[in-house]
């Protein structure tokens, strides 16, 4: 695969899954085996992508990604994101609270055949407890 | 590829030589004057190297044991993305965090987070830093922790190093790496230019070892263990059957002695500084004239 597929691979991932919500895309472009790594003091650890989607839409059902950059090179694509939603829906055992959100941070993607075979994820966990006022 | 990249060394010496070693002649020579480092949960950026030295200066203070290790790193254009591993014990002088400037608690930390370097002209120009200060605020005891995970005894950590020793290094036993080693496990050694992380590098580290030294017999000659570290010196015998670090098979019998330094976390190795006596290595396997 050329690092430009692999970005593309990526991009679908913001834009497709996330931003147009569309489940079908997870088996298109993720290995059934992906191994997803999420910082130990993330509020939330999905064990996979179907169950992350399904929660995250509950919780933050207008959530829309912005791609800053893409760097590539091999068969790692990282990439440099931000989100805005709204809390319009239980998170983590707490109910709503209809505030306005944004996070921003940095995902690194293992690419193999064309699909995502691994993932480490960064962004401010932190700061969106704080938002939601869930630590003060 | 990795290698030859001239960036990517730049960011190397980013971590290596301004973040571990708070070296200011290194920040100098490959920041740039208008240089911007920011992290979301710090409110105001940090500028030029003066300004970002002042940073790297807080942490040494606030964690004398300071440290951060490139994991992996992507680049492309002008820019390097790096993953790694920090962490320290907080037993120096104030952390200044969200929360205001943080006391010593005498606790250890250990985050994951990504830097991603934009450098131009050989100057690093940005910084942009995302970490788990979530994870970071827990493990300082900040932040109550969603629950409290069982941390092992110092005796535990020293049985947990033998088995290191005895049943993955000495026996070969690949399936005891994922027992008692953590899935972000770093082998950290100044023969490699990168860490060797996760468990399919390390076996596949471990696989080379034995190869080149089938009858390999590493011997631990004692421990020392505070917290949550065990540092272990250790001795290895062997015949030298297979090629090494680009040496072919000699049949030479060798013997050399190193520290190990563990770092364990809920129950599993997160990471092995490693540093041996490569120079005489190197001379029983014939390549360096003794």
Request: aromatic letters at 10%; one cysteine or more; proline letters at 6%.
């Amino acid at each position: 695969m050329s690092i430009e597929a692999n970005k593309a691979v990526v991009t679908r991932y913001w834009i497709d899954l996330w931003n147009k919500k569309d489940e079908k895309v997870i088996d298109e472009i993720t290995h059934p085996d992906v191994k997803l790594h999420f910082p130990p003091g993330q509020a939330h650890q999905p064990p996979s992508f179907q169950v992350w989607l399904k929660t995250a839409l509950i919780a933050f059902p207008n959530v829309h990604f912005t791609i800053h950059d893409l760097v590539a090179e091999g068969d790692k694509v990282v990439c440099r994101w931000s989100y805005t939603a709204t809390n319009t829906g239980v998170f983590l055992g707490n109910p709503a609270t209809n505030r306005d959100v944004t996070d921003q941070g940095l995902n690194m993607f293992r690419i193999e055949n064309g699909k995502i075979a691994e993932m480490w994820m960064s962004g401010d966990s932190l700061g969106l407890l704080q938002q939601l006022g869930v630590i003060k | 590829m990795s290698q030859g990249n001239p960036n990517k060394a730049i960011a190397r010496r980013y971590f290596h030589e301004i973040m571990n070693q708070a070296n200011k002649d290194s920040a100098y020579e490959i920041l740039s004057e208008d240089f911007v480092f920011t992290l979301p949960t710090h409110p105001e950026p940090f500028h030029g190297p003066d300004g970002f030295l002042g940073l790297v200066n807080m942490l040494h203070s606030a964690f004398p044991d300071f440290y951060i290790d490139p994991q992996d790193m992507v680049a492309s254009g002008d820019w390097v993305a790096t993953r790694w591993v920090g962490g320290g014990t907080h037993v120096g002088g104030p952390l200044l965090t969200v929360k205001g400037n943080l006391e010593a608690t005498g606790n250890y930390f250990q985050i994951d987070g990504m830097t991603w370097h934009t450098i131009k002209d050989g100057k690093i120009t940005e910084s942009i830093g995302h970490e788990d200060t979530l994870g970071l605020m827990m493990q300082l005891g900040v932040i109550p922790a969603p629950e409290i995970v069982e941390e092992t005894t110092p005796e535990q950590n020293e049985a947990l190093a033998m088995r290191y020793f005895q049943d993955i290094m000495s026996e070969g036993k690949l399936e005891v790496v994922e027992e008692i080693l953590a899935p972000n496990f770093a082998f950290i050694i100044p023969t490699q230019p990168e860490p060797i992380t996760g468990y399919e590098a390390f076996k596949g580290f471990v696989m080379y070892l034995r190869n080149a030294f089938p009858d390999i017999q590493f011997t631990a000659l004692r421990h020392m263990s505070e917290g949550n570290k065990v540092a272990s010196r250790w001795q290895i015998t062997g015949t030298h059957l297979g090629e090494f670090l680009g040496a072919p098979a000699t049949g030479n019998k060798i013997k050399d002695f190193g520290i190990d330094i563990f770092t364990i976390r809920h129950g599993k190795i997160v990471s092995v500084h490693v540093n041996e006596n490569d120079f005489g290595l190197m001379q029983q396997l014939g390549v360096i004239p003794a």
